[in-house]
């Protein structure tokens, strides 16, 4: 599949893709994948979902920009 976006986690060893039907996080250090995100609403065929991503400075919190106009919010890893 396409990856559209990649960022790092500024807190933990992680890698996060936004791919066109999900935004996967991999634990880099354990080489396994933490999560899948994906939205509730159907994209239109051939329309990436999410685009572009960034976290807070914590590193407690992903924005993902999304084609649908939206910036979804994730709390990620918390303990």
Do not use: H, M
């Not at 992680?14 to 880099?28: C, M």
């Not at 250090?29 to 239109?44: G, P, Y």
């Not at 685009?51 to 084609?67: E, H, I, M, R």
């Amino acid at each position: 599949g396409t990856i559209n976006a990649l960022v790092f986690s500024p807190r933990n060893y992680w890698l996060v893709a936004a791919t066109d039907t999900s935004i996967k996080v991999w634990d880099l250090e354990n080489k396994n994948v933490l999560d899948e995100l994906s939205t509730t609403i159907s994209t239109k065929s051939g329309i990436p979902w999410c685009v572009s991503l960034t976290w807070s400075a914590d590193g407690n919190t992903l924005f993902a920009g999304s084609t649908d106009g939206n910036i979804y919010v994730y709390e990620v890893g918390q303990n």
